[in-house]
């Protein structure tokens, strides 16, 4: 199969089992489930799909030297998630760790095709559960990984806070040691980390994207308690999900669907606030491989280390939002 990433460039998997995995119903379906949930829907962010970033997280795998069955699990490290991807987790009241996806990960497997995909190429289906496992799939925060870097390169594209220059520069300063993705230089570091932060400042945690997730999970639950939709639903892809949750006549349900708009604004109000919410703030502190040993940007850049503490501290804590 030939593929062509924005970021990664060509590439010809040769593999068969990518290739079968790939052809499977259940990665096909991330095609229409956009990374960002309402707001890749309503056009305030680009429409990158799940699809697009799972084929990322593992193309990266393979640029960094990691195992086929390493490969594997980037590949479908996200194909639980639901239709308007974290806005689900707002619904279920997982605001902070925004982990539903992960939560429904075996029963989502375990009903699907990939069983016995993966039996045919003499692999179990339950290794590929937790990533965790794969170190350079998966590193607990602030660290670099696979599916830390990937996300965040295509969302600061997408922003329009990295070009194409700077993510070749970025990618070509990636090492791998013992297992854990580092940077050789100090600048690239410096870069990955600071622009990071203005992603999650500009999308992640935004503010409007944030009151607009909890408009839109309001909507949802609104929609479950009339009965237009069904926890099951919650496999569709984007566009039928949305398209049945607005055929609702509930008047609650309406009242929610009229405010998830680009029109609507949100304002900080903590005398009379529509709702207060709390998100997943996002700050990494990348390892920095210099005389032999990694070590994290931080502890080599104190003016970082205060830049990326006043950033969690300010943005911390439940936001108290009037919808305008």
């Not at 040769?14 to 052809?23: Q, R, S």
């Not at 070749?168 to 990955?192: D, F, I, K, M, Y």
């Not at 932060?197 to 839109?216: C, K, P, Q």
């Not at 606030?273 to 931080?298: E, M, N, W, Y």
């Amino acid at each position: 199969m030939h593929y062509e990433d924005p970021i990664y460039g060509p590439v010809t998997m040769t593999e068969p089992v990518l290739n079968a995995l790939l052809d499977t119903a259940v990665m096909q379906r991330l095609k229409g489930i956009m990374q960002h949930g309402i707001t890749g829907l309503l056009g305030i962010t680009e429409p990158i799909t799940r699809f697009d970033h799972s084929v990322g997280v593992m193309l990266l795998v393979r640029r960094l030297g990691g195992s086929l069955t390493e490969q594997i699990a980037a590949l479908l490290h996200d194909v639980s998630h639901t239709a308007f991807s974290h806005v689900i987790d707002y619904v279920v009241d997982g605001h902070d760790d925004q982990s539903y996806h992960e939560e429904m990960k075996e029963p989502y497997l375990a009903g699907s095709e990939l069983p016995h995909v993966l039996a045919h190429f003499g692999y179990d289906w339950r290794a590929f559960l937790h990533e965790d496992a794969y170190p350079l799939l998966e590193q607990p925060s602030p660290r670099l990984c696979a599916d830390r870097l990937d996300y965040f390169l295509r969302d600061a594209r997408g922003l329009g806070l990295a070009n194409e220059a700077e993510i070749t520069w970025v990618l070509e300063s990636l090492v791998v040691v013992n297992g854990r993705v580092a940077t050789h230089t100090l600048p690239a570091a410096q870069w990955l980390a600071y622009t990071f932060i203005r992603a999650d400042d500009a999308s992640w945690a935004n503010f409007r994207e944030v009151g607009l997730y909890e408009v839109t999970a309001r909507a949802i639950r609104a929609g479950l308690a009339a009965g237009t939709i069904t926890k099951a639903d919650f496999w569709l892809t984007d566009k039928p999900f949305w398209a049945k949750l607005r055929a609702g006549q509930n008047a609650e349900l309406q009242r929610w669907l009229a405010l998830i708009s680009p029109q609507t604004h949100f304002v900080w109000d903590a005398a009379n606030p529509t709702f207060c919410v709390s998100t997943k703030l996002r700050a990494i502190d990348p390892d920095v491989l210099t005389h032999g040993q990694l070590q994290p940007l931080s502890a080599l850049d104190a003016d970082f280390a205060r830049h990326r503490a006043d950033y969690l501290n300010r943005k911390q804590g439940k936001w108290p939002m009037r919808v305008v």
